[in-house]
């Protein structure tokens, strides 16, 4: 074949910088749109803050000069230390804490207080408070860097000992004379090798006269299992004891803390800021935008005006900084006008959630949002994620307005949500002694003319974390 030159027309489609800028902002959370304006303030010299208060002006020739502030992040503080036992040094297990500045009384003890001390942290501070000699505390220090995040040893001190230099001359006695210590250190439950070991370790140390209490111990140590599956027939035949006993015994037993651990565990708390407002005006249901969650941005005129003035070779770079900032500002502003648009759109459709609450949810898809809009199907699915709405009810995020809907006898439609939040009342209600099968939720829901499946019922009840009908079930 002869190599041969042809020319042919085709059509793609292409997007340009500024419609790629929107798509990109439109699908932005609150706190990264946040960021990206952070972002672009502290390169682009023509973008500054509305609300910026600290910005200094110089007047001259009839022309003000304006310093942009840009706005940084506040700084990280840096991991603490952690003092390890390191069996290879054989050092001395060792608590340390921050102490106030004398100079600066306030300031250190606010520090002070903030802080809350590791597992670790806490379980070493009383070992050096206790009595021990030096060479127990080192061992136990050993089983406290074994513990997980639960305060469990799931390590077997087998072969904790195999690990161990032969030099340290410790024996597999000696760690277990350890960990008997160490269980009795503080919280009752720590350094548990098993759920049953940690409830009974907590049984053990309440008062013995406390109700309930031998036979709970009872059932921690060799059935719990019974408990667990909620089979009180066996359990009343094992214990030859009444429903009685075994209530109590029960009660005694949910109030156990089955991970120690998590009473020294730190969350970051995770904070959500609404892009979109609800209220009630009048009997109508508006949305309006979170003024906290939009930043407040305009172009440095002075800069502009410079720019104007100037005709070089340089200003062609700074030309594109200053439309790069319009078309930001811009785009910003039609991402929250896109916000508002969709949410009002469902506050419409979703009048009687905020009238009655999940029950009035009503079946919404994407597509009918879109077809109301004008607006294409992704465009509304990128508005509804991580775009929160604050209502008198809560905050939730917009995609949970959207959901499937089964149908009903009298040909219409209910919401999935409706559906759940029908369930979850049935549970709530129903007598604990004779709980409702998915099968019976399934007939009282066709009573009420929703036609649901018991599949589906099944579906929802594991999809809210409902027990099935054997674990609901108590004496």
Known sequence: MKAALQLRQSQQLTLTPQLQQAIK???????????????????????????????????????????????????????????????SDWT??????????????????????????????????????????????????????????????????EEIVEFLPPELDITLDDLETALVQLQHLDAPGIGARSLSECLALQIQAMPEDIPGHSLALLIVTNHLDLLAARDFNKLKKALRCDDDAIRVAQDLIVHLQPKPGNAFEHRAADYVVPDVLVERHGGIWKARLNPEAMPRLRINQIYANILQRRDDQGSQQMAGQLQEARWFIKNLQQRFETILRVSQAIVERQRQFFEHGDIGMRPLVLREIADQLELHESTISRVTTQKFMLTPRGIYELKYFFGSGLATEA???????????????????????????????????????????????????????????????SL
């Open 25 to 87: 902002l439109l699908q932005l959370s609150t706190l990264d749109i946040n960021q990206e304006a952070a972002r672009l303030l502290d390169e682009n010299p023509f973008l500054e803050r509305e609300d910026d208060s600290t910005n200094q002006t110089y007047s001259g020739n009839s022309s003000t000069e304006t310093v942009a502030i840009t706005s940084s992040t506040p700084e990280t503080p840096a991991p603490e230390s952690q003092t390890r036992s390191d069996s």
């Open 411 to 473: 040909g219409g439609a209910c919401s999935s949500t409706a559906i759940r939040a029908l369930i979850k009342q049935l549970v709530s209600e129903e007598d604990p002694k004779r709980p409702l099968t998915d099968s019976r939720m399934s007939e009282i829901l066709a009573q009420q003319g929703i036609l649901v499946a018991r599949r589906t019922v099944a579906k929802y009840r594991e999809g809210m974390n409902i027990l099935p009908v054997n674990l609901r079930k």
């Open 92 to 157: 001395e297990p060792s608590f340390s804490s921050s102490a106030a500045s004398p100079d600066d009384e306030d300031d250190g003890y606010s520090e002070v207080a903030a802080e809350r001390p590791s597992l670790r942290e806490h379980l070493l501070w009383e070992l050096n408070m206790s009595q021990l000699d030096v060479r127990d505390k080192k061992i136990i220090g050993l089983l406290v860097d074994a513990l997980d995040d639960n305060a469990y040893l799931s390590q077997p001190l």
